[in-house]
């Protein structure tokens, strides 16, 4: 880092909106003079932080000289900044701006609150686990790419997609379907939770597979071993693989998508950790009222 500071955090603001703008002004104000460089790729210019390109942010992830990375926004802008800082051990320390993720803090935390938590350090991370993916075709790798919530590959016309299910290195099932998702346990509660897969804890090590809209009897979602391979074989023309809707890539007719879960987790922070439960009451407005307690 460099002389005069000791400590470096990374600022991702939603860019067009205006409540996360604000957030992070106010949040810039309350931070000055406590020896912290903000730094930021986002596009929007902020007083006193330092614009980095994706390659300057790239080599401070990569030598570790950044301590936090603090994002006002949604679960996508979450997503994204997860992204940015891929491989590293930096927490991500998620405020949503608008309505409840599971990505970030279960309540909004004030400013001043928010602000003091990076200046003490005062917030815990908890690991998520993370997909990794990679396309063959011909018998050789022409892709490859990670996903924090969920893998699909999906119809890319209004015909079905045929699909040829292997599960550690055996087969399980064809068919034609609007697509499968293979989803973490922090995306089951993402695409696959809307498509009817089941809600898996944080906690929990597994992988979920949803095939969607199968015509076939044997079509259930499934919950597997984290440590299975996961093939899927495309024996239609086309179908397309999207990677928690951010990284897309077009899939032919005999390719093979290669799934397993990933040893490189990342890391999400929480000034007031909260159990998943109460994320989930949160989140669907469960009705709880009238709980007396153990």
């Not at 860019?15 to 730094?39: F, Q, Y």
């Not at 815990?124 to 686990?129: A, F, G, K, L």
């Not at 290195?169 to 499968?180: E, T």
Request: net charge negative.
């Amino acid at each position: 880092m460099s002389n005069d500071t000791s400590r470096r955090v990374l600022l991702v603001v939603h860019p067009t909106r205006i409540d996360a703008k604000n957030a992070a002004e106010e949040l810039l104000s309350k931070l000055a003079g406590h020896n912290l460089e903000i730094v930021s790729t986002t596009e929007i210019d902020f007083s006193g932080v330092r614009r980095l390109s994706s390659v300057e942010l790239e080599l401070l992830v990569s030598k570790a000289e950044i301590e936090l990375a603090v994002v006002l926004g949604g679960d996508g802008t979450i997503l994204r900044a997860a992204e940015s800082i891929r491989g590293s051990s930096i927490p991500v320390l998620g405020v949503n701006m608008g309505h409840v993720g599971f990505l970030a803090q279960i309540g909004r935390p004030s400013i001043s609150e928010l602000a003091s938590a990076i200046v003490g350090k005062n917030y815990e991370s908890e690991r998520r686990m993370v997909l990794q993916y990679r396309v063959e075709r011909g018998g050789e790798t022409i892709s490859h790419g990670w996903a924090l919530n969920e893998v699909t590959i999906e119809r890319s016309s209004e015909a079905m997609v045929q699909l040829l299910l292997q599960i550690d290195h055996r087969p399980l099932s064809r068919w034609g379907c609007d697509g499968i998702i293979c989803a973490t346990p922090t995306g089951s509660t993402a695409y696959a939770f809307s498509a009817g897969g089941p809600i898996v804890w944080p906690e929990v090590q597994a992988l979920v597979l949803l095939p969607l809209a199968a015509h076939a009897l044997f079509s259930r979602p499934m919950v597997i071993s984290p440590d299975s391979v996961i093939a899927v074989d495309i024996e239609s023309e086309e179908a397309t693989l999207s990677a928690d809707g951010l990284r897309k890539f077009q899939l032919i007719e005999n390719d093979r998508v290669i799934l397993t879960s990933d040893n490189s987790p990342v890391k999400l922070a929480h000034i007031d950790p909260a159990l998943f439960t109460d994320r989930l009451v949160a989140k669907f407005k469960l009705p709880v009222e009238g709980w007396r307690g153990e």
